[in-house]
């Protein structure tokens, strides 16, 4: 299974940024998709993640009414609209994929996720 994420760019404060994640290689549709971030100097963290049958989200606080993940399932990929950006959220974003249908309490814990894309760049200035 391979992860291809993309849209990482730089932005201005209060600015927008799409990015995708496509998931390749499959053998089994995949369970659980999420997003993590990992600032400089920071340990990577949770941001938002989706089961894939029935479509259920989920969201760190700090993005709450922010940030929106959406699904193609027939494509396998996955989506993470960006909206009000901060200076706080420059980080590198990494996609990620379960094979389980995670709940909530787990979809936050880095090692249910069996597969990781290589990563993009999002920079908001101030």
């Known amino acids: 299974v391979q992860l291809q994420a993309s849209g990482g760019g730089s932005v201005q404060a209060g600015g927008s940024l799409r990015l995708s994640c496509a998931a390749s290689?499959?053998?089994?549709?995949?369970?659980?998709m999420g997003w993590f971030r990992q600032a400089p100097g920071k340990e990577r963290e949770f941001v938002a993640a989706?089961?894939?049958?029935?479509?259920?989200?989920f969201y760190a606080d700090f993005v709450k009414g922010r940030f929106t993940i959406s699904g193609d399932n027939a494509a396998n990929t996955v989506y993470l609209q960006m909206n009000s950006l901060k200076p706080d959220d420059t980080a590198v974003y990494y996609c990620a994929e379960s094979r389980r249908s995670l709940i909530a309490s787990r979809v936050r814990v880095l090692n249910e996720y069996d597969y990781w894309g290589q990563g993009t760049q999002v920079t908001v200035s101030s």
């Open positions: 989706r089961r894939w049958s029935g479509g259920s989200t």
């Open positions: 290689g499959h053998t089994f549709s995949p369970y659980t």
